[in-house]
């Protein structure tokens, strides 16, 4: 039985401002980049270990495409996946 995907309010605060600003930078490739991304997220509902575990957040993964960070935690009991954020490489990671 797969696991059920879910985004949390941050995660979609995070996923529209990255989306907007690659809008504005790259208008020709941004719903090519969401389409691969979003693909990659859906993933984690067969594949809930995919990401690597985020040092110093044992319940915390961290699946990346690039440039993004995606961090997840895996609801065993539950059977889901919540995402936490979408972040920039680049970018200090965040805090949970």
Do not use: C
């Amino acid at each position: 039985m797969d696991f059920q995907v879910l985004y949390t309010e941050p995660a979609l605060i995070d996923l529209e401002e990255v989306m907007r600003w690659s809008w504005q930078k790259h208008p020709e490739t941004t719903e090519r980049f969401a389409n691969a991304l979003l693909n990659h997220v859906d993933l984690l509902s067969e594949f809930p270990y995919l990401g690597a575990p985020v040092r110093g957040y044992p319940d915390v993964r961290q699946l990346q495409h690039s440039p993004l960070h995606v961090y997840y935690k895996v609801l065993v009991e539950s059977r889901r996946v919540e995402i936490l954020h979408f972040w920039h490489g680049a970018r200090r990671g965040p805090l949970f």
